[in-house]
Structures are given as C-alpha cells and as structure tokens.
C-alpha cells in the first residue's frame, strides 16, 4: 500500500512520485480551467434568463475548482497559480481537446452561433467523469488531494445533477432536439477519448495511489453514463481530436489563450 503523504515537502523527496502528482494536477486543473472558459462564453446567450444565472454559477464554480488544483501546483513549486492558469503556452497544456473545441461559429461578440446541444452533452460527459475521479481522489495517496478532492464534491454533485436533468429532458423532447443530442453524442465518442487517459505518467499515478487505473476510470464513467443515455454506447471514445494529456492541441485551444490571457500577459508582475 502507497504510503499517505501530506505535505508538498514530503511530496518533492521523491522526485518519480513528485511527477506523476504534478502531472495529474495540471490534467485536473487544465481541464476544469478550458471548460470553465467555453462556459463563460455562454453568458448571456443561454436559452433562457434561469439557465443563464444556473450556468454561470457553474461556470464560476468550476473556475474556483480549477484554481484549487493550481494552488496544490504551486505548493509544490511549479510557479504562481495565476502564471499556470493563464501563462503557460497551449503545448504546455495538458487539457482534453474535446474540452477544447469552440461553442459554434463566429464569436462572442461580433455574431456568437453557439451550439446549446454540445454544451450539454459536453457538460454531461465531463461531470460524470469529474464525478468518477473526484471519488477515486477521496482516496489518493496525496493528503492534499484528498482534502480538495472533498471540497470539490460538495459542489459538483450539483453541476452533474444539472446536466444530467438537460441531457433526460432532451432526450425526451422533439425529434429536432433528439437528433441534436444523438448526433453530438456520436461525435463526443470520436473525440472525447483523451479525458479518459491519465497520459505519458498513467503507470506511476497508479503505482503511487495517486489515482484508480485508466481501464477502471473508464469503465465506471461508462457504466454511469449509459445509465442516462436514450442510446446506449459499448465502447469507451476514440481520440479523434488529438491527445490533450500528451500536449497535442488544436487551433482551438490556441484562439481561447489568445482571449484568456491577453489582460495577464499585459502585465505578469501585477497582483492579479
């Protein structure tokens, strides 16, 4: 049984274990960051006034998880929580790209034709998975991430029971909302693959009880998601877009650095 660490000193003795944590931090981090920004290009453009409050309070919660994830990183030396969220370069990213991808056509200001049924199966999908790895987390072999892992939960039951109750209703709605739905679905399972891999360190944050392994992260994602699904799937998604975990991002990724980073990259040394 991997020993229990608690503390980020502790932590950098072992330099193998000292990886392996960081690397899934900025995976678990990335990934909360990039979706909380796609997010926030929903404000104001919601279906409606309640959904538009409801997802912004997600957004804004997801956003705080996030920053929870770099402040472990920055505890362990890796640099300023604000320098890693917003200064580092997309190939130093370790996002899923599918989380990447852009809510729809033009952008938010000029003419936003935002895409509501990918929002909601994208959510839906990530929660679930959020949900699988936050209880694998309660358990991990970092003190530190057990404790943001409890914390984390205490929010994200909400955001999951909210997507889940957008796919159901959807599913259960007009043929154009349905054919919608199915249709992003069977896109997200050519391109979503990536969110279910821990990357080029997946054997030592299991060796090192980081984390449960790939195939049961996989398989419990699966089993939960098909509990909701008007269409059931037999195989876990492909990575069709790239492979975020291995720094391999598309030109999407690039035009979201390009916005979220502009006000920092002004002024790096300011108290942000």
Do not use: C
């Amino acid at each position: 049984m991997t020993k229990l660490i608690r503390t980020a000193e502790e932590a950098k003795q072992d330099k193998a274990y000292a990886e392996a944590l960081t690397e899934l931090l900025y995976q678990l981090g990335d990934d909360d960051f990039i979706i909380s920004y796609r997010g926030s290009e929903w404000l104001g453009l919601a279906p409606h006034i309640e959904e538009d409050v409801a997802y912004s309070s997600i957004t804004q919660n997801t956003m705080g998880h996030a920053a929870m994830y770099y402040q472990l990183l920055e505890d362990l030396g890796e640099g300023t929580a604000d320098e890693l969220s917003k200064g580092r370069k997309p190939a130093e990213r370790r996002s899923s790209v599918y989380l990447e991808k852009v809510n729809g056509t033009g952008d938010y200001v000029e003419e936003p034709e935002y895409d509501w049924a990918l929002a909601v199966v994208r959510n839906f999908l990530y929660e679930t998975l959020k949900r699988v790895k936050l209880e694998a987390l309660t358990e991990s072999s970092y003190e530190p991430l057990r404790q943001t892992a409890h914390k984390v939960l205490m929010e994200q039951s909400y955001h999951l029971a909210h997507w889940k109750l957008w796919i159901e209703q959807l599913q259960d709605s007009t043929e154009v909302a349905k054919t919608k739905i199915k249709n992003r679905l069977d896109e997200a399972w050519k391109e979503f693959g990536d969110a279910l891999t821990y990357g080029p360190k997946a054997e030592d944050i299991v060796k090192f009880g980081l984390s449960i392994d790939e195939e049961t992260l996989q398989e419990r994602w699966l089993e939960r998601v098909n509990e909701v699904l008007a269409t059931k799937y037999d195989s876990i998604p492909e990575k069709g877009l790239g492979d975020g975990r291995a720094g391999d991002h598309k030109e999407d990724l690039e035009q979201a650095f390009s916005i979220f980073s502009e006000v920092y990259m002004s002024d790096p040394q300011a108290a942000w």
